[in-house]
């Protein structure tokens, strides 16, 4: 039986294992040099982004043991107390998967989640370069994204703030920040040149050119959420 042309794994495989090669390559430069150490000291006493670093495994910590967002700290501006600056999203990313896995980790959430908070850097640096490629292939070609796919796991201030044991948070959001400007570019390409609001002083003209752009420009409002 004859298909209608070349698979799916024919025409993108080979961007699908440059990409992983790219992947594979962020985790490894910043994974190899921090490994022995941190196997060495341990997850718990070694982290290399400084007082931010220690601060968020704190809060993971009492996320884990408290099952609760730790709010007030009373280690802050002591003996006056403090609240917590941090936001809640990544420590409780970090919190949760400690308890997931736990039992690779002798039951040990605390160590577990040190771990992930330690890995999270490389981990997240090497997610960035399929964003990356994509922004690439969106502004330009494929060739595009693949090259500056490979270049992005090499940039030094990436490196120096996604290192193992760099226990904060940039790598994980540079991520979501590369796939929001992927979204923006993907909605610029998708809405059309039409002129909804005929006059920005008729508060009628405004509410009906958001009806018409909201039920004609579907996959540019796809793109923007």
């Given amino acids: 039986m004859e298909t209608g042309g070349p698979s799916w794994w024919r025409r993108h495989g080979l961007t699908v294992a440059l ?16 490994a022995q150490i941190i196997e060495l000291w341990g997850p718990l006493n070694v982290y290399g982004g400084g007082s931010d670093s220690f601060y968020h495994s704190r809060v993971m910590e009492s996320i884990i043991v408290n099952h609760a967002n730790l709010v007030r700290d009373s280690l802050l501006n002591y003996p006056l107390t403090a609240v917590n600056p941090r936001e809640p999203l990544f420590d409780w990313m970090n919190a949760i998967l400690g308890i997931l896995f736990a039992p ?3 039951g040990n959430a605390v160590t577990a989640g040190a771990w992930f908070l ?9 997610l960035g370069v ?11 070609s494929r060739r595009v994204g693949i090259i500056a796919a490979f270049i992005y796991p090499l940039l030094v201030a990436n490196i120096d703030s996604s290192t193992f044991g760099y226990a904060n948070y940039l790598a994980f959001y540079t991520f979501f920040i590369l796939l929001t400007i992927y979204g923006y570019l993907r909605t610029l390409k998708a809405v059309g040149s039409h002129r909804w609001v ?6 009628r003209a405004i509410l ?5 752009f909201l039920r004609v420009e579907r996959n540019a409002v796809k793109w923007a959420v």
């Fill in 198 to 203: 005929t006059s920005y002083r008729s508060p």
């Fill in 19 to 34: 990409l992983l090669s790219a992947f594979g390559i962020a985790v490894l430069i910043r994974t190899v040099f921090m």
């Fill in 208 to 212: 009906d050119g958001v009806r018409g």
């Fill in 130 to 140: 399929f964003p990356i490629y994509l922004i690439g292939r969106e502004a330009h």
């Fill in 118 to 126: 330690s890995m999270g850097g490389p981990i997240w640096a090497g």
């Fill in 104 to 106: 690779l980790f002798g």
